[in-house]
Structures are given as C-alpha cells and as structure tokens.
C-alpha cells in the first residue's frame, strides 16, 4: 500500500487493488461451467466514462431518479444524518451524489471515497476537496469487498461514522454477499452510526429490459469493455465481432442480468490459456438485483441495521434507505 498527502485531498492510499488478481479472478471465472466475470472488472477509464455516460441516457432510470430523490428531500436526509458525520462511500464514482449530500450536512467531519478506479477517484475526489477545504476528504483505492482499516479524521476524531452507498450498486452483489457486505459496513460505522443506500425497487419488467439494453448501445459498449480490457491486459484474443449484448429481468431471481454470448463456437485464448465456447454459449458478466421496500428493510435488518426510513419518487422505481447501526 502507497499513501500520503495528494494536493488538496487529507489522505491518499493506494491499496493496488487489481494487482494479480485481475488475471487469476478472469481466468478462474472462464474456467468455471458456467462462464462469469466479476462486474468490478467493467471500471478502467474507459469504463468508468461509459459508465458515466450510462448515467444520462433516457432508458437508464436509475441514476436521475436517485438524484431526485435525494435533490427533493436532502433536507431532512441530513437531519437523520446528523451534525459532525464522517462520509464512507463505497464505489464513489464521479462522487456526484455526495457533492449533493455534503453541501446539506450540518458540519461535515470527513469523506472518505473508496473506488478501485484509481484515475476517476482522484480526479472526484480531488474537485471535491477544493470544493469543500473544511471537509477532510481522503481517496481509498481499494476493493471494498476486503476489510478495509479506516482511521478516525484527525480534527475531529469522535465523528459518527456513515456508511454511503448509492447507485444501487448493492444489486450487484448476490442476496448472500450483500448481507456480508451490510454486516462488514455494519462493523465499520459502529454502534450508533448510519446507512444511506441506494437501491432500485422492483418494477415492470419492460421498463428494466429497456434501461439495461439501451437503444444507442452504450450499455453494450460498457458491457464489451470488460472483453477490450481482457484482450489489452491479459493478452486476450477474443474478437468482438463474434460475442453480442445480452441483458434481461429474471423474475425467478428478481435481478437484471448482464451476459455476453458467443455467436459461434469458437476458441479463446487469455494469458496463454485456452478457453472453448459453444454457439449460444454465455459469460455472465452482471447482476442487477431489484428489491422491495421491505425485502430490503429486511435484509439490512440481519446486519444490525434497523430504524429504516425511505424515500422514494412519485413512481415508486427508487428507494433510498437511511439505517441505524444497532
Ligand atoms: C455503479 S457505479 C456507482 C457510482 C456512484 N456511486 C453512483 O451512484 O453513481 C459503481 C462504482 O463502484 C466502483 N466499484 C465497483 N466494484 C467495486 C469494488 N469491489 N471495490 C471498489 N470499487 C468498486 C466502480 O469503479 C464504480 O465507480
């Protein structure tokens, strides 16, 4: 791990979160009998800006509704918040929706982002800090998945801890990692501290497949890129031309998932390893898991969060939770 001092930012610490790991998690997923890669993998640069570029198109509800959400009721957010919290967030991104929930704290302490896209957290992060000097705001570019130390901010040590994780990037999670995941957040705030999260409700099945297969193709593109890092990286060669987009709901597990289909039989090969693919033959690159209010209050409650309060759009298609730590 690299740290220190980067410009304005309090703290920055690098923990090199892919080093050797991408090559062993992309070659253990082709390995397995049915195809995956996991969807962190989707954020280099590249991904990061189509992600970005996901985030404002028409199909894709989630992001715009989420930033209504908490644009209409910010107010009374921060009251559940709180004076003189310190801001987690996990999988930070452009750190749009934290500009929002910081310019409405009362007495911010600290933000601390953590994104394993290095460039686009510092870069977040760092216009961020000019934005808000009396807020220490540090960059983790680390996997939260892994436990992650997080020290206290140095003016102000007794800062309640706040986990934040919109986006609904839970869903992306199984139903099982995402309580391990509740439970490890759960650790890190402590006793008395807070969850504001981000999770898309379950809804019409058209409105989901149209958001997931988008008619400019950027999701697609986003969805390739994952196959342009492998073939960039790891010495890939898979041709393009020859896999296509894949997305659609799953009632029976109540998530959208994300595939790339082989349109041939073909074989690949990846850091020198070969890999044979049927005609039709998939890698499950995504899942999008949808809850209900409750489901989710639920879920969140077997990791000692409790109190919950929600806030939704006149639509009912986004929650965005606030918890307790019991
Ligand atoms: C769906 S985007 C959400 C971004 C932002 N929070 C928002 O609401 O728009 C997910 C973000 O989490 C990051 N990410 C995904 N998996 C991660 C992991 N295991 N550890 C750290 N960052 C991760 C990605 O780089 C990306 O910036």
Request: net charge neutral; proline share 4%; charged share 25%.
């Amino acid at each position: 791990m690299t740290g220190g001092e980067r410009g304005p930012l309090a703290a920055f610490r690098d923990y090199e979160p892919e080093v050797g790991r991408f090559e062993q998690d992309v070659l253990a997923g082709l390995a397995g009998a049915a195809k995956s890669l996991p969807c962190k993998y989707f954020y280099d640069r590249r991904g990061s800006q189509l992600f970005e570029r996901i985030c404002t198109l028409d199909a894709y509800y989630p992001t715009r509704t989420e930033m209504g959400i908490l644009r209409a009721h910010v107010p009374a957010i921060a009251r559940r918040i709180g004076p003189d919290a310190h801001i987690i967030e996990y999988g930070s991104g452009s750190a749009a929706k934290a500009r929002i929930l910081l310019a409405a704290l009362e007495r911010p302490a600290a933000y601390v982002a953590i994104d394993m896209a290095r460039d686009h957290l510092l870069a977040a992060t760092t216009a961020l800090a000019r934005e808000f000097p009396e807020v220490e705001i540090a960059a983790y570019c680390a996997d939260y998945s892994a436990p992650l130390e997080i020290p206290a901010p140095r003016r102000r040590r007794l800062a309640r801890r706040v986990g934040f994780f919109p986006g609904s990037t839970i869903g992306n999670l199984t139903p099982e990692e995402a309580k391990a995941f509740l439970v490890g957040v759960r650790r890190q705030v402590g006793v008395g501290g807070g969850l504001l999260i981000g999770v898309d409700l379950k809804k019409d099945t058209r409105l989901l497949d149209l958001a997931y297969n988008d008619p400019d193709g950027v999701t697609a593109a986003f969805n390739f890129n994952i196959l342009v890092r492998i073939n960039r990286e790891l010495a890939g060669t898979f041709d393009l031309a020859r896999f296509a987009h894949y997305a659609f709901y799953s009632a029976e597990h109540g998530r959208v998932e994300m595939h790339l289909v082989s349109l041939t039989d073909q074989d690949v090969r990846v850091a020198g390893t070969r890999f044979a693919f049927r005609a039709g033959e998939t890698i499950h690159t995504e899942n999008s898991y949808k809850y209900g209010i409750d489901e989710f209050q639920a879920l969140a409650g077997t990791a000692d969060f409790v109190e919950g309060t929600v806030w939704t759009d006149e639509h009912r298609l986004f929650g965005l939770h606030h918890f307790v730590a019991a």
